[in-house]
């Protein structure tokens, strides 16, 4: 009968943001993460030769900065969620209460996380050019 869903409802919103916020931090230092790991890949990859055609290459590398942008921007994202800036308050803009920056901290942090996982893949495959099968 203790059932999470109706004791999350239950739980003030001002907790429930405080606790996605945390969340969203932490969230944060796994993305640094993925960023790190991204530079690692481009060093490792920028000394090896590849065989495969100019073309696959060239995708390969697009296909890698695609992977940058995408996990920038999924961590601006989980940081506006984690650390929210209000915006600017103009008169004819009511500022939002804690359940609208709830919701709004939600749906920042879900993309984000998302989209980290999008530049991952990205950059996975990235690198199956280094498989490419050399000529014999």
């Known amino acids: 009968m203790n059932d999470d869903r109706h004791s999350a409802e239950r739980q003030p919103v001002r907790y429930r943001l405080a606790r ?3 969340s969203a931090q ?3 230092k796994g993305q640094l993460a993925v960023l790190a790991a991204l530079a690692l890949f481009a060093v490792l ?3 090896t030769k590849s065989s495969a055609p100019f073309a696959v290459q060239w995708m390969s ?3 890698f900065l695609l992977a940058v942008v995408v996990v ?4 601006y994202l989980v940081s506006r969620a984690a650390w929210s800036v209000p915006s600017e308050n103009t008169p004819s803009r009511v500022p939002p209460g804690d359940a609208d920056m709830l919701s709004q901290a939600d749906r920042r942090l879900r993309r984000g996380l998302l989209l980290t996982y999008v530049a991952m893949g990205l950059a996975a495959l990235s690198t199956t050019s280094l498989w490419w ?3 014999t």
């Open 26 to 28: 932490r969230w944060l």
């Open 45 to 47: 990859k920028s000394g």
């Open 72 to 75: 920038c921007w999924a961590a």
């Open 20 to 22: 996605l916020r945390q």
């Open 61 to 63: 590398g697009a296909l």
């Open 133 to 135: 099968p050399s000529p």
